[in-house]
């Protein structure tokens, strides 16, 4: 980079959204066995992590709007601290520090990044990163943070960083395996060059200048131009989700919880037996912890259901090239009314069945754009629809599931949440790493105080389901082909049960499932979507 770039109108949008309730920046948390060598991490960080002129560059605004400029005075003892822990020095005291950190803003005469190494943690060491969004989406750092990493402990930092990618797709339950064929629809029919976002909307806008588009041409471009307006009014119209005690102001103060990691073999030998993706298993999870924690604060879940606005990756296939934001949103309805687990992953998987071969990740990101080209004020105003819809943020993001070294020491952990802007006060994060699968949870602490007592019934929800699934009444199956399915997958569910009592003296009783009962309800955002055909 000589000198200035100009910030992209998305890029411009994340920039701006920050909040005293609500600071732009993804949080992350890698926990490590070893101990991480300080002068070994400055020298990754130096080769493979400066290598991207972001993370030299400070964010500058002039009459013509946001650029990128080198920080001449770049100092990367600026940006890399080192810390203790206050006595014990345990997790709770990670968690803390984590949220102060994530409740605090980046210097914005700096690099808009900050790592923390904290040493002495749990006989090895912690890493708590920020970076803020307008710098890169999640999966572009992602990419970014394992290219710093490698596969044994001795290896050579100053060679070219291996190419470390994310896991193949979990049994198709990644967004961006969900969203497949949107993609390869929305390239083939249009062209196969150029932004997703902006063919489509191309796409959309010929058909209005020119309603004598020839034959085939015409026909494609009137069918996604069609669904283009569909899924924009769906955006519009759409409900607003269940008002719990997740929803409120937010304060600004954050509180961060996570878990120990569910074996992800586990989660695949239940989707297997229910014939649903491993995402499915997952959400359904998520919805049941709200579930259970709203319930046990004496709130009513009847029919309730919770909105989370998930990030979908619109980078082509590969590891990310720039950085920048290239994403859209989609939103989910976690079904937290229905109480049998079973019920509760089948109507996931009709939900998600229901995203696919939409346009809702593109309009979001044109949406994101163009706000980022309007003054502040009214980009608040737009986004602050969809906000007011909204409970939480969640990310799924697929992680390599080999074991990662970074400076030398084992990664045993690693987890981050991207913000959550407005007045949402809740973000999920799922991330699958080494044969396990890991929850997180950032909460505003005036909405939810103790996010541990959340993310504490995650694994409970999970055995819930391996124990109804096991005490399914076959003899009253409604579905042939998924009661066929399961009993192909008995002994992996068994097997799955089995561990989970050996991990538990006592495991909680689960009532029998009846699938037979379950009534396949549509999500409120396929409803406004059909109102509009």
Known sequence: MAGRQRMSPVDTAWLRMDSPGNLMMIVGVDVFADRVDWERLKQVLERRFLRYDRFRCRVVQDASGYWWEEDEDFDLDQHLIRVELPAPG???????????????????????????????????????????????????????????????????????????????????????????PFTDATVKAIDATGDIATRVLHAYGAVLEDPN??????AEYARIAARVAQDAAALALMDSDTATSLKGKTSGSKVVAWNEPLR???????????????????????????????????????????????????????????????????????????????????????????????YMPVLAMA???????????????????????????MTNVPGPQQTLYLAGARLKQMMFWVPQSGNIGVGVSILSYDGGVQFGLVTDKK????????IDRFAPEFEKLVYALLLLPW???????????????????????????????????????????????????????????
Request: negative net charge; proline residues 7%; glycine residues 8%.
């Open 367 to 393: 949406i994101l754009g163009m706000t980022g080209l309007v003054p502040r004020a009214v980009q608040n105003q737009i986004l602050e629809i969809f906000q007011r819809k909204t409970t939480a943020v």
């Open 90 to 180: 345990g997790k709770a005291e990670l968690q803390k520090f984590a949220a102060q950190l994530a409740s605090q803003a980046l210097d914005p005469g700096k690099p808009l990044w900050q790592m923390h190494l904290v040493e002495h943690y749990d006989g090895g060491s912690a890493l708590v990163v920020r970076i803020h969004h307008c710098i890169a989406d999640g999966m572009a750092l992602m990419g970014v943070l394992l290219a710093l990493t490698s596969t044994r402990a001795d290896a050579d930092e100053h060679a070219e960083p291996p190419p470390v990618r994310p896991s193949r797709r979990m049994h198709d339950g990644t967004w961006e395996s969900l969203l497949r």
């Open 213 to 218: 588009l020839a034959g085939e041409a015409a």
């Open 475 to 533: 003899e009253e199956y409604v579905d042939p082909e998924l009661a066929e399915r399961a009993l192909f997958a008995t002994e992996s569910v068994a097997g799955v049960a089995t561990r989970l009592i050996e991990n538990h003296a006592e495991p909680a009783p689960a009532e029998p499932a009846q699938p037979a009962t379950v009534r396949r309800r549509r999500s409120a955002f396929a409803a406004a979507r059909a109102a509009e055909r």
């Open 447 to 454: 909405l939810c105080a103790n996010p541990q007592d959340i």
């Open 264 to 358: 992800l073999l586990d989660v695949k030998a239940v989707g297997h037996a229910l014939g649903c993706s491993v995402n499915d298993v997952l959400l359904a999870c998520v919805a049941g912890a709200f579930r259970e924690y709203l319930a046990a604060r004496g709130e009513d879940v009847t029919g309730c259901e919770i909105r989370a606005m998930v990030p979908v990756n619109l980078r082509p296939p590969g590891s990310p090239k720039t950085l920048g934001n290239k994403f859209g949103l989609v939103p989910l309805l976690l079904p937290v009314g229905i109480e049998n687990p079973i019920a509760r992953v089948l109507e996931v998987h009709e939900r998600m069945e229901e995203l696919k071969g939409g």
